[in-house]
């Protein structure tokens, strides 16, 4: 649920350059990626809940930053969400220019977040089915473009391009960049629908770190050797590329091929988001409807219809500013999983960890210097874009400080917590 497949990453090297994407984008795993899966792979290995990072930061800093961090978590979502339909309409419009025109690439949009919506109501087992061939499409047309890329050195210098009307700089890229690498934790919310979690976690977590490093980076060196210009590349713009490469069948290919990434990845995520609020009305933190699973799949279909309407809200906002406040929100909740797996290491010493971050206490702080370092610069470019008249940083800000109001509602209208069932029902397997 962190990649899928290279679409989406064109930005990067409109705003860094060729060289300066391909090493922001070496790097940017071992800062970032590697030591999020670390921390994921311990506390996933010991703390296998429904709920993933928020039990883990609840036991570890109590319920008030539980709450807060599925309260993060679930901003976020409506951010990054959003993203995924964008990037549909995106690659949609490729093909089919006629959806530019009016609110047409809004609605097909929201047709995206129902059908999603719908499927993951209909049951776990259907997302999985249709994550599974997911693999084998995405990667098909970028295989071609890399195979093609040596018959084609500088054959693409004076390649004429559809102009491009991406604004994005160096520190774009980087976000986007960091955007393309996140997600590591969402697997951790169905962690009881995964056999063998302790031990299953910890190695497809390193695993994928270096398999989605090597799909981002191994086509933009091909594309390098043709010798495009980079203000050629914006969202959506491996689809024409892809025609300047292989003809027609294969740009039809990247089209669909986006579509099918983009649909598929928020397909995955409906699954991972919607458990945050089923885990914590089972907790008692949310009102007990949260709970109620559709009867014949399980699926937690209030909390996915309650979602949907927050991510539909966000549709239209664009790429580059989404992507800016959704890493600006998850990085705060992702510093409240690196806090707690620090504490917990403290506190809980005897706590069984199939997988432990090596160095002891020492190396559980310094891996999560890096990724607080990189947030910093979603901070500074969240300080200069606007939304509502207002920055992003204090549009964020605000939505931050939400959190601690609805806590405090929460608590004056049920003090004791509301009322959560007898036993806790399981979601579908």
Known sequence: MVSGGTYGTEDIVHGAGYGRAILILLLTPLLWSLPTA???GELSSALPFEGGYYAWVRRGLGNFWGFQEAWLSLI?????????????????TRMFPWFQQGNRGWWVALAVVIACAALNIAGVKVVSLTSLWLFFALSAPFVIMVFLAPFKVGALVNAVTKPTTSTVDILGGLLICMWNYMGWDNAST????VERPQRTYPRAMLVAVCIVAVSYIVPFAALWMTGLKPTAWETGSWADIAGLMGGPLLRIGVVLGGMISAFGMFNCLVMSYSRLPLAMAQDGMLPSVFGRLQKKSRAPWVAIIVLAMGWAMCLGLGFARLVTLDIFLYGASLLLEFIALAVLRFREPELPRPFKVPGGLFGVIAIGIPPA??????????DHESILGMSSFAFGMILIGAGVVAYVVNHLLKP????APAEKPQPAA
Do not use: H, K, N, Q
């Open 190 to 193: 169905i962690a009881t629908e």
């Open 373 to 382: 370092l990189l947030l910093g610069f979603a901070v500074a470019r969240a």
């Open 416 to 419: 004791a917590g509301w009322s």
């Open 38 to 40: 670390f921390m994921i």
């Open 76 to 92: 976020a979502s409506i951010f990054d969400m959003a993203i995924y339909p964008t990037l549909f309409v995106a690659y949609l």
